[in-house]
Nanobody
Framework: QVQLVESGGGLVQAGGSLRLSCAASGSIQAISVMGWYRQAPGKQRALVADITSGGSTNYADSVKGRFTISRDNVKNMVYMQMNSLKPEDTGVYYC??????????WGQGTQVTVSS
């Protein structure tokens, strides 16, 4: 089992920045990929960005060049720096991890609201 706790969401004006953080605990030794998904109002949860244990990253096209994902394997943390935020970035952001044998875990989510 892995427990995830997110922080860093909030209300920001368009063009502003936020930094999301996620702390992992539990069976952390088996974590392979860490990432962030977003669920916008009325839409399905979708990948924003993820990062492997080796540091390879993957971003949704809509956030490339604006968001940066990073992880600290010693502290068992994953972060996402979000710059040049747009109203369409609004949603609940979920931290997620996938273990080497395939199990996936989710945090409780943190709300990000970008006003125009």
């Amino acid at each position: 089992q892995v427990q995830l706790v997110e922080s860093g969401g909030g209300l920001v004006q368009a063009g502003g920045s936020l930094r999301l953080s996620c702390a992992a605990s539990g069976s952390i030794q088996a974590i392979s990929v860490m990432g962030w998904y977003r669920q916008a109002p009325g839409k399905q949860r979708a990948l924003v960005a993820d990062i492997t244990s080796g540091g390879s990253t993957n971003y949704a096209d809509s956030v490339k060049g604006r968001f940066t994902i990073s992880r600290d394997n010693v502290k068992n943390m994953v972060y996402m720096q979000m710059n040049s935020l747009k109203p369409e970035d609004t949603g609940v952001y979920y931290c997620t991890v996938q273990q080497i044998f395939g199990s996936r875990y989710w945090g409780q989510g943190t709300q990000v609201t970008v006003s125009s």
